[in-house]
T-cell receptor, first 113, second 115 residues
Framework: DVKVTQSSRYLVKRTGEKVFLECVQD?????MFWYRQDPGLGLRLIYF???????EKGDIPEGYSVSREKKERFSLILESASTNQTSMYLC????????????FGNGTRLTVT | AQTVTQSQPEMSVQEAETVTLSCTYD???????LFWYKQPPSRQMILVIR??????QNATENRFSVNFQKAAKSFSLKISDSQLGDAAMYFC????????????FGKGTKLTVNP
């Protein structure tokens, strides 16, 4: 089975801090994604990556950046955390086949105070 | 841009009965993929079922089946013989056949299963 591991389930940070959310997958998938999940808004794509060092903006990239130095690891960075970035963050990976499903991690609940 | 609409924020069903969750989408593409994902309280999102638009036959996975109406752009999920473990958020998702790798998700339907 594919395993997608997010390093933290819960994280509390202060406004203005730099925050790193880490995600690792063990299936050699090319594609990796970061979503944000908020009640009533569903999942919104922040960034995705289709290869090492490659990245593309999703629907809500403002305030975020990403890093993909190795195929198995995709990091989401909040350069200066703000309270409106309090949310659930979901990482996912996917095989290259176009109908392959996303495999999700357990999520990181980030609170910015 | 493609959009996915789940018009039922919450649904409930009695254990052992059948429930149908609605999903509609908007696209100008002729070929695409549709998915239903389940997110139980434990939080990990898992795939329930998927449908390829070029296939006319509705997908089925055990107690889960879809009613795919391409002309109406409708993709509903039917859960038969509902079990307590089916209680979760259910998300409908769309992926185009074109170059974009991203999935577009609906806002979700919270399903409660009553004993």
């Amino acid at each position: 089975d594919v395993k997608v591991t997010q390093s933290s389930r819960y994280l509390v940070k202060r406004t203005g801090e730099k925050v790193f959310l880490e995600c690792v997958q063990d299936m050699d998938h090319e594609n990796m994604f970061w979503y944000r999940q908020d009640p009533g808004l569903g999942l919104r794509l922040i960034y995705f990556s289709y290869d090492v060092k490659m990245k593309e903006k999703g629907d809500i990239p403002e305030g975020y950046s990403v890093s993909r130095e190795k195929k198995e690891r995709f990091s989401l960075i909040l350069e200066s955390a703000s309270t409106n970035q309090t949310s659930m963050y979901l990482c996912a990976s996917r095989a290259p086949d176009r109908n392959s499903p996303l495999h999700f991690g357990n999520g990181t609940r980030l609170t910015v105070t | 841009a493609q959009t996915v609409t789940q018009s039922q924020p919450e649904m409930s069903v009695q254990e052992a009965e059948t429930v149908t969750l609605s999903c509609t989408y908007d696209t100008s593409e002729s070929d695409y993929y549709l998915f239903w994902y389940k997110q139980p309280p434990s939080r990990q999102m898992i795939l329930v079922i998927r449908q390829e638009a070029y296939k006319q036959q509705n997908a089925t996975e055990n107690r889960f089946s879809v009613n795919f109406q391409k002309a109406a752009k409708s993709f509903s999920l039917k859960i038969s013989d509902s079990q307590l473990g089916d209680a979760a958020m259910y998300f409908c998702a769309y992926k185009g056949q074109g170059g974009s790798e991203k999935l577009v998700f609906g806002k979700g339907t919270k399903l409660t299963v009553n004993p």
